[in-house]
């Protein structure tokens, strides 16, 4: 979303989301589906795949073209019983010794010491030296903060609890589509530029999104207006996800019928 902005970052992500086989309940989940062979693909956080490719399991991972690197966090809490410990501890992980560590087949994860990548496995990706990585999304993480909780909600009003209705009006987008490759119909394709719309279509703008108001409802003190607050948006999100899938497939489905 903040690679591509609300709107395209909303479209893509149902792109994406209308060819799911399943949203899984748990992110270990998406890594071991595809070293089973139960998927060909899946979104996982890049350590899930270097440890699968390290442990001998024949996957790959490609960063996507917009995407970012968000460092994992090590902190002391307030009053530790054992804070010596702990800081020993976070000295050592930043440590050369601690950081190579990070290599190990059942970690895998980006160091954040520059000069330990010499001892990286080949083919390992360094952050510090790949332009590619060094030219990604600026995250910030303030806005991701203020957010966060109004986009995951959105994410599972409009993809997850509605992925049967979005992966049918996809198939039924792409079938017009296939069909319109081997026999073009002006109108069809009117009809699957509809259809697409239709499915990218959010309930809420940025700005909306963003606002105290809206995000008052998913991180208020008062639980009781919390709640129905954040119920009452969650619903009309859904009601609109699923309205708009309904009426995109239908489209598709009457360009299919023209291009045959």
């Known amino acids: 979303l903040q690679g591509e902005g609300w709107d395209k970052g909303w479209a893509t992500l149902k792109a994406v989301a209308g060819n799911f086989r399943e949203a899984t309940e748990r992110s270990f989940g998406v890594p071991e589906a ?3 062979g139960q998927v ?7 350590f899930f795949a270097f440890s699968s490719q390290a442990t001998g399991f024949p996957v790959k991972f490609v ?3 917009v995407t970012t690197i968000v460092p994992a966090n090590i902190a002391i809490v307030a009053n530790a019983p054992n804070k010596a410990g702990a800081e020993a501890f976070i000295e ?3 440590s050369p010794a601690g950081q190579n560590i990070l290599f190990d087949p059942g970690i895998r994860r980006l160091p954040v010491n520059p000069s330990v990548y010499d001892k990286a496995p080949a083919g390992y990706p360094n952050p510090f030296k790949d332009p590619r990585l060094n030219s990604m999304v600026k995250f910030d993480v303030k806005t991701s903060e203020h957010r966060n909780n109004v986009v995951d909600s959105l994410f599972d009003q409009i993809v997850t609890f509605q992925l049967a209705d979005l992966k049918g009006a996809t198939k039924a987008i792409e079938d017009a589509e296939t069909a319109l490759a081997k026999k073009d119909n002006a109108q069809a394709r009117a009809l699957v530029k509809d259809a697409r719309a239709l499915v990218a279509a959010m309930p809420v703008a940025e700005a909306e999104a963003s606002a105290t108001e809206t995000t008052g409802a998913f991180t208020g003190s008062k639980k009781k207006e919390k709640g129905a607050r954040q119920a009452e948006l969650e619903q009309k999100w859904a009601a609109f996800a699923k309205e708009h899938y309904a009426q995109a497939k239908a489209k598709a489905e009457e360009a299919l019928k023209l291009a045959k």
């Not at 060909?40 to 890049?46: C, K, L, N, P, W």
């Open 34 to 36: 595809v070293n089973s």
């Open 40 to 46: 060909g693909y899946g979104i996982v956080i890049d």
């Open 63 to 65: 960063y996507p073209s």
């Open 92 to 94: 050592f992980l930043l």
